[in-house]
């Protein structure tokens, strides 16, 4: 599928306007359609979808809030995106060691290292106390974090 994309050329190829046959105007409606389907596709994966991250963070609900400020066994998550790790005010003193020294050094949870550590907690942050063994697929976790950055409410 991204394949395809980054070849939009020989993708693009069948529906010139220089053809003009019936046949191959039918093939322009129906390839036209899938590409409107492929970009939306494309678009829900690459952006990641909040409602589909909404399901997703299912599985963080136990431990974290993510529409009110309220903090469980780990930090409430509203925006959390673009927050430098280990400082949300209500759980300082509750951070692992591990986090607040990766903050102190500059981490900030960007998409990329929002990604980073929902796939590999461990490795992403050494010492964090996060009891999760990370998200292995990419979709969720595109999904999940435009669910956190949607800024969810109640
Ligand atoms: C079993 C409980 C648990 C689950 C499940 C869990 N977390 Fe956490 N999470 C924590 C704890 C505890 C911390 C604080 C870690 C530390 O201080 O070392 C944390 C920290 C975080 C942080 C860093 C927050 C900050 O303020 O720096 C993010 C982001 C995060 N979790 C996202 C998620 C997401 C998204 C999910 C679901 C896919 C999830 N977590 C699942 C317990 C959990």
Redesign the pocket.
């Known amino acids: 599928m991204m394949q395809r994309l980054l070849r939009p050329r020989s993708y693009f190829a069948p529906c010139r306007p220089s053809q003009s046959s019936p046949g191959s105007a039918m093939f322009r409606a129906v390839s036209s359609a899938s590409l409107l389907l492929l970009v939306a596709t494309v678009g829900a994966h690459a952006g990641g979808d909040p409602a589909l991250g909404k399901k ?2 299912n ?2 609900i ?3 809030e993510a529409a009110t400020d309220r903090d469980k ?3 409430h ?1 509203m925006g ?1 995106v673009g ?6 005010e209500s ?1 300082l003193g ?3 060691e ?3 020294s990766a ?1 102190a050094a500059g981490l900030v ?1 960007d998409e990329a290292n ?1 990604a980073e ?2 796939r590999a ?1 461990k490795l992403k ?1 050494p ?6 063994g990370g ?1 292995s697929n990419d979709d969720d976790i595109a999904n ?1 974090i435009a669910y ?1 950055k949607a800024d969810p409410k109640p």
């Not at 927050?83 to 949300?88: D, H, L, Q, S, Y």
């Not at 010492?127 to 999760?132: I, L, P, S, W």
């Open positions: 997703v963070f599985r963080c136990a431990c974290h066994v780990g930090p998550l959390v927050r430098t790790a280990g400082t949300a759980f509750h951070y692992s591990g986090m607040k903050g949870w929002l550590y929902l907690p942050v010492g964090n106390k996060m009891a999760f998200l999940v956190l």
